[in-house]
């Protein structure tokens, strides 16, 4: 008879078969940026996350770089905000602020990691939308030059990398077009390609005050029932001119990334978003879930399903989790 048992019979022998490995080297860590000096204040609703002004980034920095993760995502919580969103365009925004004190860090020390840098308006814009709204309606063209004045702040400041998120149609053109314009050719983009209006971004909302004050974004974001549409809005990015594809939320939609991972060539991200990072705390801290194995298996299963980037906010404690496991070995 098969004995399959006999290649799981020790820690060894699991290692050699394993057929998928989490790779702390993919995943990015998503960084909340705020106004002020020497602030640093933890998310209600996300444990262990914290909000930070730019001059406290350095812990983060060193943080990162000792994890050895692969970078960081910026997204950033303007003092104003205005219909416009123009914080998000602002190339004394907090956002560029960041990128460039992580590079003079990075000159100071020798230690370096990705910046990326997340662009839309919601976080910046009065209404909270992800563009302009005429008419109490978001705008999708008149929306697609702030996008791109948004990239050309980060890549000015020093990104290394953009991440257009607010699913208006041709964003990703819209962005490519303005980098290449402005000189900036070689900056690669990663799409927030399948982007779906889902219930575990709440926390992330919380953390940076983005919740839109009337409405909601269904009509952008994707429709959670879909998952040919997904490929239809990955395809449309990667003709736009995307270097790196997505699908947000991760957990509840791994069949989407299965089928995108079929479908592209492309690197394909995924965002373990804030609501999977937040219904784990809260079982682990009531003891209903152990978190090191439970966020060591749901890493496993984004990669399983085809993903090649992580972007988590679990990171930082997953390779720690990782190098005791190494020590241990």
Not at 37 to 65: F, H, I, Q, T
Not at 249 to 272: H, I
């Amino acid at each position: 008879m098969q004995r399959l048992r006999r290649m799981r019979a020790n820690g060894m022998l699991r290692a050699l078969a394993a057929e998928t490995r989490a790779d702390v080297s993919k995943l990015i860590y998503p960084v909340f940026v705020r106004g002020g000096e020497n602030v640093k204040e933890e998310v209600p609703s996300m444990p262990g996350v914290y909000r930070y002004s730019a001059d406290r980034l350095g812990e983060v920095a060193d943080a990162v770089a000792e994890a050895g993760v692969a970078g960081v995502m910026l997204f950033g919580i303007p003092e104003q905000k205005d219909e416009s969103g123009s914080g998000a365009y602002d190339e004394n925004g907090v956002v560029p602020r960041a990128i460039r004190f992580f590079k003079d860090h990075f000159r100071k020390t020798g230690k370096s990691f990705l910046v990326a840098a997340d662009i839309c308006l919601c976080e910046y814009t009065s209404h909270g939308h992800c563009g302009m709204l005429v008419g109490g309606e978001v705008d999708n063209d008149g929306s697609l030059p702030l996008h791109a004045k948004a990239a050309l702040a980060a890549a000015e400041a020093g990104a290394d990398m953009v991440a257009p998120s607010s699913m208006m149609d041709g964003v990703v053109g819209a962005v490519r077009r303005a980098l290449d314009g402005a000189g900036f050719s070689s900056l690669p983009i990663m799409a927030y390609s399948a982007k779906f209006a889902s219930a575990f971004y709440g926390p992330f909302r919380d953390a940076a005050d983005s919740a839109p004050k009337s409405g909601d974004r269904k009509s952008y974001q994707m429709d959670v029932r879909n998952a040919r549409e997904a490929v239809r809005e990955i395809e449309a990015d990667e003709v736009e001119g995307a270097d790196i594809v997505m699908v947000k939320p991760a957990l509840a939609f791994l069949d989407v990334v299965k089928t995108a991972r079929e479908r592209t060539l492309l690197p394909l991200a995924v965002y373990n978003v804030s609501g999977e990072y937040s219904m784990v705390k809260a079982a682990a801290k009531e003891g209903w879930l152990d978190e090191k194995r439970t966020v060591t298996e749901i890493m496993a299963a984004f990669f399983r399903a085809g993903a090649d980037i992580v972007i988590t906010y679990h990171a930082l404690d997953f390779a720690r989790w990782q190098k005791e496991a190494e020590v241990q070995g």
